[in-house]
Each structure stands twice: as structure tokens, then as C-alpha cells.
T-cell receptor, first 114, second 111 residues
């Protein structure tokens, strides 16, 4: 399977703990995106990378959230001091620069903060 | 960036019937994309229509775009239970690479 992969698929944590999620994009894609989705809503944009540069961040991305893509391949999203409101599905997507920005999504990481 | 507003919010039909979902948006676009999300395959890009196109087909999907009315529609013909999903329209203007999703239309196809 050469699609977008995310790890872990599920994460349960206690409030106040830090969590880190990983996304592996489609290998030839140079753009990578993170979104968050809560029940009954569409995905909300968090941040986007072109190669290793983080080019856009949403105001939703508080200073407890940080994302990296150090070598322009996989990316990590870290949430520090988790809160119950962080419970959501975290989706990663990738696309190829020069396309019409058709984004290919991974299966997501479901985070539950107790 | 703008989001599309899908209508209806929910739609329930019988297998074999056609399903039509509508999308409205507010400002001019370069293209408009439709995505589908279900529990089995996650969020998947279905079809893209450029602002200079009026209609596009892909298998059982037919998308129309009326830029004068700032609206689009997605028609699924001969629906199947596997089409049960939420459908999102995403108007694209350029200037930002992010996708902005609305709440979608939740389609249920009953066997």
C-alpha cells in the first residue's frame, strides 16, 4: 500500500500528558497537511508543509501544538499538556506541487483525552 | 479561503435511486472539488471541476458547476449501499493550499 499512513491509529491519554503522532505521505508528494476533525464536522485545517518548510498555520494551532517535517518526508504532530477539548480525529494528507491540490488523506489518528 | 455549504445536510434513499447533493459558495473560484468520507475508506477525493467547466463525469458521478449562481451539484446515479458516506464540496480560490470543509451532506443508501 503506497497511500498516506498514520501512526498510531488510536491514542488514549490522560489530560496533561503529551502525545505525538506520525504521518508518512505518499513518497513523491512534497506537500503535507494536518487537519483535525470532531464528530459531525468537516475537517479543519491545522498546518501545511512544502518539503521541510512549514508555510501556513491555522489560528487553531495553539502554542501547545507543534508540527515538524525535518527531512521533507514524514511529519510529526505533537500536542503538549493535552486537554479534553483536544479529543478528535487528526488527519494527515499529502499532495504534489503543481497539481490542482488534490489531497490524499490518511486513515487518521483518533485521540481521546480522559 | 472559503468553505462550501452543502445541502441537504442529510439524505436517505433506496439502493438504485439517484442522489443529488448541492453546494453553494460565496466568492469566485479556480476550481471546486468533491470529497467523500466513510468509515471504510476514510476521506477520498472524488472529482475536480475547473471554473471554466460546466459539467464533468466520472463513472456514476456527475458534477455540474454554475459560476454565475456560485453553485455546484453532485449526482450519484444508481446508488449502492457502499455510497453511504458524507460528501463535502471544497471551493478553491488559490492563494492558500489548505482545504476548507463545511459540514457535508450525510448520504444513507438503504439496501
Amino acid at each position: 500500500d503506497t497511500g498516506v499512513s498514520q501512526d498510531p491509529r488510536h491514542k488514549i491519554t490522560k489530560r496533561g500528558q503529551n502525545v505525538t503522532f506520525r504521518c508518512d505521505p505518499i513518497s513523491e508528494h512534497n506537500r503535507l497537511y494536518w487537519y483535525r476533525q470532531t464528530l459531525g464536522q468537516g475537517p479543519e485545517f491545522l498546518t501545511y508543509f512544502q518539503n521541510e518548510a512549514q508555510l501556513e498555520k491555522s489560528r487553531l494551532l495553539s502554542d501547545r501544538f507543534s508540527a515538524e517535517r525535518p527531512k521533507g518526508s514524514f511529519s510529526t504532530l505533537e500536542i503538549q499538556r493535552t486537554e479534553q477539548g483536544d479529543s478528535a480525529m487528526y488527519l494527515c494528507a499529502s499532495s504534489l506541487q503543481g497539481s490542482y491540490n488534490e489531497q490524499f488523506f490518511g486513515p487518521g489518528t483518533r485521540l481521546t483525552v480522559l | 479561503s472559503q468553505q462550501g455549504e452543502e445541502d441537504p445536510q442529510a439524505l436517505s434513499i433506496q439502493e438504485g435511486e439517484n442522489a443529488t447533493m448541492n453546494c453553494s459558495y460565496k466568492t469566485s473560484i479556480n476550481n471546486l472539488q468533491w470529497y467523500r468520507q466513510n468509515s471504510g475508506r476514510g476521506l477520498v477525493h472524488l472529482i475536480l471541476i475547473r471554473s471554466n467547466e460546466r459539467e464533468k463525469h466520472s463513472g456514476r458521478l456527475r458534477v455540474t458547476l454554475d459560476t454565475s449562481k456560485k453553485s455546484s451539484s453532485l449526482l450519484i446515479t444508481a446508488s449502492r449501499a457502499a455510497d453511504t458516506a458524507s460528501y463535502f464540496c471544497v471551493p478553491r480560490q488559490g492563494g492558500s493550499e489548505k482545504l476548507v470543509f463545511g459540514k457535508g451532506t450525510k448520504l444513507t443508501v438503504n439496501p
